[in-house]
């Protein structure tokens, strides 16, 4: 059987010899490299192509996402893919986007058990895709939550100019004064704004605004 060829990259030596010593301990898995930074392991992946490339986030001289976005790009046609899976302590949602954007096949967190880890090797070789549970909870929360988020209502520069002022306390004919206007035209556009934001008075009008990202706040002209 041929083995799985693998290049390991992390900056902490200690961490690295244990990833090494259980891969070297799996039959079917060989460590063919080992990767001291990010820019140390896009060459080493260059000079070796491994199947797999076991990355790290955090590394100096370049991150593990910069990382493996350069190494997939690397790959030409006619030349067999390395595969690069995430194994990393970190699981914020930015590191969890940042590598998978960048074309990471997985992502596993090294506390998982061993055999975890060893498995999704050898699925991410075989052309799967492997998160660790808490990952995946993580983006199906962010795919729900953008899929949710509504979309921010199209008020006019005039609308947004007097929401600005309301959001300040000022009074219909306080604003038309300042934007010289009629009070009228202002309640016109207060219309307008209520009926674009879905609200019934002023109040809710700026905190929907600025919920929506339309206001700084009330504190800021």
Do not use: C, W
């Amino acid at each position: 059987m041929i083995p799985i060829r693998v290049l390991v990259a992390d900056d902490h030596p200690i961490v690295r010899a244990g990833i090494v010593g259980l891969l070297d301990a799996e039959p079917g898995i060989q460590v063919v490299g080992e990767a001291v930074d990010g820019a140390d392991a896009v060459a080493l992946a260059a000079e070796l192509r491994p199947d797999l490339v076991l990355m790290d986030l955090r590394m100096p001289v370049l991150d593990g996402a910069a990382a493996t976005e350069r190494i997939l790009a690397a790959a030409g046609p006619g030349v067999r893919p390395t595969r690069v899976l995430v194994l990393t302590t970190y699981e914020t949602d930015d590191h969890i986007l940042a590598a998978i954007e960048a074309g990471a096949s997985g992502y596993l967190l090294k506390a998982a058990p061993q055999e975890e880890i060893l498995a999704g090797i050898r699925s991410v070789v075989a052309g799967e895709t492997v998160l660790a549970p808490s990952i995946a909870a993580k983006l199906v929360r962010r795919v729900r939550a953008d899929a949710t988020a509504p979309t921010p209502p199209s008020l006019s520069p005039r609308e947004l100019e007097v929401l600005r002022h309301v959001a300040h306390g000022r009074s219909n004919p306080e604003i038309a004064r300042m934007l010289h206007i009629g009070e009228a035209t202002v309640k016109t556009h207060l219309i307008h704004v209520f009926e674009k934001l879905e609200v019934n008075d002023r109040t809710r009008a700026v905190t929907r605004a600025m919920e929506f990202g339309l206001l700084a706040g009330p504190g800021s002209e």
